[in-house]
């Protein structure tokens, strides 16, 4: 009864969209990444990655900054600490997630047990 | 379902890392020229006598690869972007301390090279350094295969076979360097040795090019709605 009450830890609803997760997790491996890898290893459009990156800027969790290098602007973003915490935290709560739902499969799969005849057999219902 | 879709979400997590963090380590045109090169060389040596004029202009050539063929792939990689790996934390400055701070300059890397494939091509072609061509064989196998068999590597078959295919480069250039030749005067044919080693490290950097673009590609946009 006290396992059914324990509060689900909450998902980050920013982190969690799979565009923005992709960019996170670019940006975590590396100290930062130009718009046209990003491009590439999300393979998410021009458009939507731009919106994307906006968003995460805005809530703080990367800064991009346009630099220019052999007369090419790069538009640079990079993960600051916040957004690496965040992340990680992210990770965590679906981590735990993660295990309580295999801990309950594992407890449903034990609980079911058949009612009468050989191990494994599935009895009709009746009526 | 669900649980699919974590596992897949996850996979693809770590591709994106794995991708990320060798995306410099992953670009095989950077050599792959030159190991074809190499190996073109090899060929037609192994099938004609050349005098020592052509031998030279040989050299020259394969010196001359790398200031070509790096603008060329840099041009190249252009196109997939740029990527700053971590850097270490700088170490705070001292008074102390007389050593100035190491630069990387292109132009010093270029040099170095040049300076190398001169050295590599000179031992190969040349029957005068014969004894050194062993030595040197290790080294490049030391350099280019040996470091990349220790990567961890996520769960993922092409990235793992990657990590499987420069073992076994590995294991082959140094059985076919310290081995063969022990074997007898007909296994043991320079060009032989040679045809050997050039095709591994061409097959090598080939896959990881076709890694890069394969991990790249995995994902349109379409699979995230």
């Known amino acids: 009864m006290t396992e059914q009450l324990q509060p689900i830890p909450e998902i980050d609803r920013l982190v969690h969209e799979p565009a923005r997760l992709a960019i996170l997790t670019v940006l975590a491996a590396c100290e930062r990444a130009d718009f046209l890898f990003l491009e590439r290893a999300t393979g998410l459009t021009r458009g939507n990655l731009s919106v994307q990156l906006t968003r995460l800027e ?16 790069l538009t640079m973003a990079t993960l600051v600490r916040r957004g690496r915490h965040v992340l990680d935290r992210y990770w965590q709560d679906m981590d735990e997630i993660r295990a309580r739902a295999k801990n ?10 058949p009612a009468q005849g050989f191990p494994g057999k599935v009895v009709p219902a009746r009526g | 379902m669900q649980s699919e879709a974590l596992v897949a979400a996850g996979r693809r997590g770590e591709e994106l ?6 995306f410099r380590d992953l670009q095989g045109l950077y050599f792959a020229p030159f190991w074809a090169w190499l190996l073109l060389l090899v ?11 052509h031998l030279l202009l040989e050299i020259s050539l394969t010196a001359l690869f790398p200031l070509a ?4 792939a840099n041009a190249w990689y252009k196109r ?20 100035p701070p190491r630069r990387r300059s292109v132009l010093g890397f270029l040099i170095v090279l040049v300076g190398i494939s001169i050295v590599f091509t000179a031992t190969l072609l040349s029957r005068r350094l014969d004894e050194y061509r062993a030595v040197l064989n290790l080294w490049i196998a030391l350099v280019f ?4 068999c220790f990567y961890s590597a996520p769960a993922i078959l092409t990235i793992q076979l990657r990590r499987g295919l420069y073992i076994v480069g590995s294991a082959i250039i140094f059985f076919v360097v310290l081995c063969i030749p022990l074997m007898g005067p007909l296994h043991s044919s320079r060009w032989f040795l040679l045809e050997i080693i050039c ?10 090019h076709w890694l890069l673009n394969h991990l790249l590609r995995a994902c349109p946009e379409a699979s995230y709605d």
């Open chain 2, 17 to 22: 890392r794995y991708v990320t963090e060798h």
């Open chain 1, 58 to 73: 805005e809530a703080g969790l990367i800064e991009i900054e346009k630099i220019i290098e052999r007369k090419r602007t």
């Open chain 2, 199 to 208: 095709t591994t490290l061409l097959a090598l950097s080939l896959y990881d």
């Open chain 2, 145 to 148: 295969t040996v470091p990349r």
């Open chain 2, 43 to 53: 060929l037609v040596r192994a099938s004609t006598q050349l005098s020592g004029r």
């Open chain 2, 80 to 99: 997939y972007g740029v990527v700053q790996a971590h850097t270490p934390e700088p170490k705070p400055l001292s008074i102390l301390d007389t050593n």
């Open chain 1, 104 to 113: 309950k499969t594992t407890k449903a799969a034990k609980d079911v047990r």
């Open chain 2, 69 to 72: 063929g790096i603008p060329c």
